[in-house]
C-alpha cells in the first residue's frame, strides 16, 4: 500500500455527494452513517493488509534458507549413511585372513579402522 493512501481513504470515508436533492435530510444521514461505516471497514482491511505483507515480508528468503540447510543435512545422512555400507574392515576378512595375532591385536585394528 502505498504510503498516502490512509490519509486519501479516510479523508473519502465521509464523503457524501448529493445526487437527487429530492430526498429528505434522513436518506443523507443514513447514507452518511453507511458510508463512514463503510470507509472504517475499508480501513481494517488496508491495516490488516498492511500487517500482513510485513508479517510475510522476507518469508522467501527464510524458505531458501531452509531448503538449502534441508539439502546439506540430507547430504550428510547419506555420507554417513554410506559409510556405513562401506565398512574400512569386515570382521570376516579380518579372520580368514589371520591378520590378528592376539585379541590385543584384533582389538587395534577395529579400532583403527573407526577412526580413520
Known sequence: MQPGMPVIVRGLSTFVAVVDESDSHF?????EKLLQSVGQRWMSVCE???MRAQQLNGLS????QYTSDYRKILEWLNN????????RYNLLSLIS????????????????????
Open 97 to 116: 585372513r589371520k591378520t590378528f595375532l592376539s585379541p590385543f591385536i584384533f582389538v587395534s585394528t577395529i579400532h583403527r579402522s573407526q577412526f580413520n
Open 61 to 64: 528468503e527464510l524458505i531458501a
Open 80 to 87: 554417513w549413511e554410506e559409510s556405513f555400507r562401506r565398512p
Open 48 to 50: 490488516w493488509a498492511q
Open 27 to 31: 436518506s443523507y444521514e443514513n447514507l
